[in-house]
């Protein structure tokens, strides 16, 4: 692992983060690692009582553990939420560089651009007129933002991204090599034996604390504009087409995919490979699982799975065990394999 910026003692933590500390308040962490591979110089954390094995082996200098778990002869943190404390304390070790303001001599900033004082851009960037870039905003190694393109302050997009013109990014962004912003989104008329291009006059209008992964694409709306609310998380890889809404919140893992004016809600998870069909929506909280194509709109909040059809989580395991017994039975000497785990399995 790389060695952290900076390096706290566990009173510091404990002061900034709150939490009951079970030791010494002098214990120096320079670093957060797995149970499995912490030092005495680490903190580590544990989520759940499956990992205790762990935690009785671990060498770590101090672990993070729910704040009712009992624990001695070790130094450790309790608290609520054992994860986002962990996190918190990871940021403050391994706080993302500061901007250092100024525009690389090998960029190319158009005349007509507003590049606050205190941002970054870096070597082989392009700007196009009318574009704004906020305070204290990095602006990575050949990226391109168009014209009248607006980022917001403390943002930081890696190398090789591509904003296009009059999309708008909100404050606090992170947006990860190779993301393209506002592309073309994919329509058309069919007529005579051929298509005919839509040409696409909206924008993408991104939110405050957004994170975008490595090589996601997210489309410009063809009249109105594809939206991502505040505080979304998009995965590496991911296609979201135009005239698409997001909602606060909510969270997308990596190859899902999103076709045209789909809407979905807020606290939603979309989970890896998940495939949502165009123009249906998803209500607030809906979880759909890895590799589910969802082919209608979902108006309760709950755990989706399954692609023959789509259907709510259980009653979808419960069909699925059903396909298998009828698939043993009809086997030739074949005989009732199901268990007690079988039910068990359908039921959760």
């Known amino acids: 692992m790389r060695p952290a910026v900076r390096s706290f003692e566990l009173g510091e933590l404990i002061d900034l983060l709150g939490g009951e500390l079970v030791g010494e308040r002098s214990q120096r962490i320079v670093q957060v690692a797995p149970l499995d591979q912490a030092g005495p110089e680490h903190l580590s954390f544990l989520g759940s009582d499956a990992y205790r094995a762990q935690l009785d082996r671990s060498r770590a200098g101090a672990v993070v553990v729910?704040?009712?778990?009992?624990?001695?002869?070790?130094?450790?943190?309790?608290?609520?939420?054992?994860?986002?404390?962990?996190v918190r304390a990871a940021c403050l070790l391994n706080p993302e560089p500061a901007a250092v303001p100024g525009v690389h001599p090998l960029a190319c900033v158009h005349p007509q651009a507003k590049v606050?004082?205190?941002?970054?851009?870096?070597?082989?960037?392009?700007?196009?007129?009318?574009?704004?870039?906020?305070?204290?905003?990095?602006?990575?190694?050949?990226?391109?933002?168009?014209?009248?393109?607006?980022i917001g302050d403390d943002c930081n997009l890696h190398r090789n991204i591509a904003v296009y013109a009059h999309c708008v990014i909100g404050a606090r962004a992170v947006i990860n090599a190779g993301a393209v912003i506002g592309a073309d989104g994919f329509g058309g008329a069919f007529d005579e034996g051929r298509w005919l291009k839509m040409p696409h006059i909206g924008r993408v209008v991104i939110g405050d604390d957004v994170e975008i992964g490595a090589n996601t694409?997210?489309?410009?709306?063809?009249?109105?504009?594809?939206?991502?609310?505040?505080?979304?998380?998009?995965?590496?890889?991911?296609?979201?087409?135009?005239n698409v809404t997001i909602g606060r919140n909510t969270t997308v893992a990596g190859c899902a995919g999103i076709a045209g004016s789909a809407r979905i809600g807020a606290n939603c998870v979309?989970?890896?490979?998940?495939?949502?069909?165009?123009?249906?929506?998803?209500?607030?909280?809906?979880?759909?699982?890895?590799?589910?194509?969802?082919?209608?709109?979902i108006d309760k909040p709950g755990r989706y799975s399954g692609f023959y059809p789509l259907?709510?989580?259980?009653?979808?395991?419960?069909?699925?065990?059903?396909?298998?017994?009828?698939?043993?039975?009809?086997?030739?000497g074949a005989r009732r394999t199901d268990t007690k785990e079988d039910d068990d399995n359908a039921n959760r």
């Open 66 to 86: 729910p704040a009712q778990l009992e624990i001695s002869a070790r130094t450790a943190i309790r608290a609520e939420n054992p994860y986002a404390y962990f």
């Open 116 to 150: 606050a004082a205190s941002a970054e851009v870096g070597p082989f960037v392009n700007i196009e007129a009318g574009a704004s870039i906020g305070s204290r905003t990095r602006i990575g190694p050949n990226s391109f933002i168009g014209a009248h393109a607006s």
């Open 217 to 242: 694409t997210i489309d410009r709306g063809a009249m109105a504009d594809t939206v991502i609310a505040d505080g979304v998380k998009l995965d590496n890889q991911i296609q979201i087409g135009h």
């Open 270 to 297: 979309i989970s890896g490979a998940a495939m949502i069909t165009g123009h249906l929506s998803l209500a607030d909280g809906v979880i759909i699982s890895v590799g589910t194509v969802v082919t209608r709109s």
């Open 311 to 332: 259907s709510e989580h259980r009653a979808w395991l419960r069909g699925a065990l059903s396909v298998r017994r009828l698939g043993e039975a009809n086997a030739p």
